[in-house]
């Protein structure tokens, strides 16, 4: 078996007031091989981590954060995760978690390990939230460059379809649109974020399964109370191919959707490789 099921879910700051206990049933009802979690702050207690996995049915890892840590889970059986990586994450507003998952089990064909990051981008700023891809672009393609970015990006990606911005709360129009020269001018997407992701070579899943199947509700926002399709996958050229399936879930355990995608290792492209390490 091949096929890589992977779900992320921001779980909604402060899960630990009893939301967890269902958003376990949603994650084992889909059953991802590899979950990407976002503000996942109570996890930092290393029981509460311990029981958190042991309910999931799987290895946990939370990272280091200055503020909402991410966190990363995998199923043992058929993964297997030979580092996390979190150097830089100081430098990110909520931090990253990049698993570097071992050619062993599903992956087992792989001619490269396949890196995992787990991210949840600044909210307040597109510009910062910019640099911040730029940090994580550089992380996914280490390793041979097998690799995806999963979790809340916050921003609105590089082709997704105009929102009504008037129905966004106005710190949000703040920190996710362009600048307006008059105040009577319309709100337009600040897509700095979509953009340095496209430019670093990544590919918006649902983006391209939208467009591949003739699809826009593949587009669907994932933020339940903003519009946007802020919960996100990027993959790298080499994992590109690979790319079977997406889809959203919904539940009422947290203020956003989970997002799954799913992906054929079989199909990744060795001819794309690159060693940035």
């Known amino acids: 078996m091949s096929v890589l099921t992977v779900m992320s ?11 967890w206990t269902g958003l376990v049933e949603v994650v084992r009802e889909v059953g991802p091989q590899l979950l990407l979690l976002q503000e996942v702050d109570w996890l930092t207690d ?4 311990k029981a958190a996995g042991e309910a999931l049915g799987m290895e946990l890892y939370v990272a280091p954060s200055r503020n909402r840590p991410v966190a990363v889970a995998w199923d043992p059986a058929h993964l297997q995760v030979e580092d996390i990586e979190t150097r830089y994450t ?24 396949l890196v995992a990051v787990s991210a949840h981008l600044i909210p307040y700023s597109a510009q910062q939230a910019a640099v911040e891809a730029q940090i994580l672009s550089a992380r ?19 082709t997704d379809p105009e929102i009504d911005w008037t129905r966004v709360k106005p710190y949000n129009r703040a920190s996710r649109c362009q600048r307006r020269e008059h105040p009577g001018d319309p709100w337009v997407s600040n897509r700095i974020v979509g953009q ?19 699809d826009p509700a593949l587009r669907r926002a994932t933020g339940k109370h903003g519009g946007l399709r802020v919960d996100q996958f990027h993959a790298t050229p080499a994992l590109t191919p690979a790319i ?26 060795g001819s794309r490789l690159h060693d940035f390490t």
């Open 90 to 113: 100081s430098e990110l507003h909520h931090g990253y978690a990049a698993a570097r998952i071992a050619p062993w089990g599903i992956a087992a064909g792989l001619p490269a390990p």
């Open 140 to 158: 996914v393609y280490r390793h041979g460059g097998i690799g995806l970015i999963g979790g809340d990006i916050n921003h609105p990606t590089a």
């Open 46 to 49: 290393p029981e509460q981590a």
């Open 244 to 269: 079977v399936d997406y889809r959203t879930v919904e539940h009422d355990y947290a203020d956003h959707l989970g997002v799954v995608g799913v992906f054929d290792l079989a199909l990744v492209d």
């Open 196 to 214: 340095t992701l496209r430019d670093a070579d990544l590919t918006d899943v649902a983006a391209h399964l939208a467009d591949q199947h003739n």
């Open 9 to 19: 879910q921001n779980v909604q700051y402060g899960a630990g007031d009893g939301r």
